[in-house]
């Protein structure tokens, strides 16, 4: 992500290339299928895509110091929206949103817990959505 999403959500990249920071996940809750890659310069054509849009659901627990990305790689084909994300059952807004990613993290009021357990409804295409869990820099010692 850049640096100004990082600062958005809080938390520091584990690394850096240039302004794009990096985190390895820590889970992958969902991730079915990988988009075949293509040369731009070369390959410009619309991809034949022809799942269809539904509502689906996806949980999963992490640490209350994990961020949840929800990410739609196929938004060029279809819609995406999160309508509903709920973590221990109480609604939570997007720390970050633009039309390819969701990224969510858990009050400040359930840090002290051992895990916390996260609900998105999601509108996508099913098999072009990941949803991953991970970690900023320090998160492990309790310094985000």
């Keep these: 992500m850049q640096e100004a999403v990082w600062r958005k959500i809080g938390l520091r990249a584990q690394a850096q290339i240039g302004v794009l920071g990096i985190a390895a996940p820590t889970a992958i809750w969902h991730s079915p299928r990988a988009l075949t890659p293509v040369v731009p310069l070369f390959n410009n054509y619309p991809r034949g895509l022809h799942d269809k849009v539904l509502h689906f659901v996806v ?45 969510f993290l858990a ?29 900023g820099a320090g998160a492990e010692s309790g310094d985000l």
């Design 59 to 103: 949980e999963g627990d992490a640490a209350p110091d994990e961020a949840v990305a929800i990410a739609h790689r196929a938004t060029r084909y279809g819609t995406f929206a999160v309508p509903v994300a709920r973590v221990d059952g109480e609604p939570v807004e997007p720390r970050h949103e633009d039309l390819v990613t969701r990224i």
């Design 107 to 135: 009050p400040a009021s359930l840090r002290g817990r051992a895990k916390v357990h996260w609900r998105f409804e999601i509108e996508a295409m099913p098999d072009y959505v990941d949803v991953l869990t991970f970690r």
